[in-house]
Every structure is written in structure tokens, then in C-alpha cells.
């Protein structure tokens, strides 16, 4: 029972142009909201964060948006630059547990030309 | 101020051998986890662990596989009899305890299982 979904597995931008990736949940219990970032043969890396009462959370180039009705957040990245060619994980906290218990989703390979 | 630190970074086992994956926390965090990347797949939560205590073992397997962490000393993530299926990455990860600190993830162990 895959709880966060990241329905694209792969996306392909050009450098200087903008990034989104999509995250969807199914568990309303679920009430912040993480992005992670990973290169290979590392551990994932803190991005960005959001909690349910906001719909927008904004650092430099990272902006995390949140439809809570829709179950559905993205992230945009603006500009896009080769370095931020990674895998990006969504992830996910139940109310009421850790904040590091976290529900990923599956990924997402960015991929940023030059 | 060093990262969360995880050793070995590689290990190879034959079926029925034991696997101990050590991690030491970064400075300051008290709280640690343990998750499990099977290959094609999200990460996965497995353990929550303060000193001396288990706090949430809710993901992980009821047989085979424990965790500690002893006051002195890193958290150790011990699979007893492994089998093929347990290769995976397993990744350690500490944070603070505060509010909503964010989860600071080692490099991880690849275990492979031969």
C-alpha cells in the first residue's frame, strides 16, 4: 500500500528552466510534508519542508507548494542548474508521531542539461 | 561537525551469516533511525531508537533483525541468518528531537547477499 506516490519516474529539464515534481498521498493523517534530494552512492539530503497549514513554503530556488484537498504537493525548482540532477524523494509525517518517521515515495530522477 | 556516520559503507555476507551495521549519530542528536532501500523502491522506516531505548520497531521485521543503542557507543542495526532478499541500502539517520528538526541521513550500508 504505496501511501506517497511520485507517478514520474523520470523528468528531463533544460538548464534555467523550472522543475516540478509531483507528489500525491492518500493518508489524510498525514500533516507534514518533506523533500529530500539524493545522488548516488549518498544518503538523502534535507530540502524543504511544509506543514498542512500552509499551501506555500518558499527558499531560494526550492518552492514546495500544498493542496491539501487534493492530497497533492509539488516542487519547484527555479532555475535549474546541472548540480540539482538528482533523485528526489516526497515524504511524509502521520500527526501525532516522530518527525522522522517518514513515508517516502518511490523517487523521482531529475535530470538537468546544460 | 561531522555527519551522521555509517560503517561499513559495503558488506557482503553469505546466506545464514549475521550482518552488524554500525552508525554513529551527528553531534547533539539524540533521536536515531533506521530505514531500508530495497532496490527500485523508496525508502522504508524501520526503527526509532533513543539511548537505551526502542522507541517505534514498527517497521521492522518480527524476525532476524534487531537494533540497539547503548548509551556509550553507536546504534548497531544487527540481521541474524541474512538471506538473499535482505540486500538492500539501509540508511541511518539522527536528528535533534526538537520541534520539527529534519532528519540528517548517513551515506549508508549496501549490504549484498551472496
Known amino acids: 500500500d504505496q501511501q506517497v506516490k511520485q507517478n514520474s519516474p523520470s523528468l528531463s529539464v533544460q538548464e534555467g528552466r523550472i522543475s516540478i515534481l509531483n507528489c500525491d498521498y492518500t493518508?489524510?493523517?498525514?500533516?507534514?510534508f518533506l523533500w529530500y534530494k539524493k545522488y548516488p552512492a549518498e544518503g538523502p539530503t534535507f530540502l524543504i519542508s511544509?506543514?498542512?497549514?500552509?499551501d506555500k513554503n518558499e527558499d531560494g530556488r526550492f518552492t514546495v507548494f500544498l493542496n491539501k484537498s487534493a492530497k497533492h504537493l509539488s516542487l519547484h525548482i527555479v532555475p535549474s542548474q546541472p548540480g540539482d540532477s538528482a533523485v528526489y524523494f516526497c515524504?511524509?509525517?502521520?500527526?501525532?508521531?516522530?518527525?522522522?518517521?517518514?513515508?517516502f515515495g518511490q523517487g523521482t530522477i531529475l535530470t538537468v542539461h546544460p | 561537525n561531522a555527519g551522521v556516520m555509517q560503517n561499513p559503507r559495503h558488506l557482503v555476507r553469505r546466506r545464514g551469516q549475521e550482518a552488524r551495521l554500525r552508525c554513529s549519530p551527528m553531534?547533539?542528536?539524540?533521536?536515531v533511525y533506521w530505514y531500508r532501500q530495497l532496490p527500485e523502491e523508496g525508502l522504508k522506516f524501520m526503527v526509532y531508537?533513543?539511548?537505551?531505548?526502542?522507541?517505534?520497531e514498527s517497521g521492522m521485521p518480527k524476525e532476524r533483525f534487531s537494533a540497539e543503542f547503548p548509551k556509550e557507543g553507536p546504534s548497531i542495526l544487527r540481521i541474524q541468518q541474512v538471506v538473499r532478499g535482505d540486500s538492500a541500502a539501509y540508511f541511518c539517520?539522527?536528528?535533534?528531537?526538537?520541534?520539527?528538526?529534519?532528519?540528517?541521513f548517513g551515506n549508508g550500508t549496501r549490504l549484498t547477499v551472496t
Open positions: 539517520a539522527s536528528r535533534t528531537g526538537s520541534g520539527n528538526s529534519p532528519l540528517h
Open positions: 493518508n489524510s493523517m498525514f500533516d507534514y
Open positions: 511544509i506543514s498542512s497549514i500552509k
Open positions: 515524504a511524509a509525517v502521520a500527526g501525532g508521531t516522530s518527525y522522522g518517521k517518514l513515508t
Open positions: 553531534k547533539g542528536h539524540s533521536h
Open positions: 531508537l533513543q539511548k537505551e531505548n526502542i522507541i517505534d
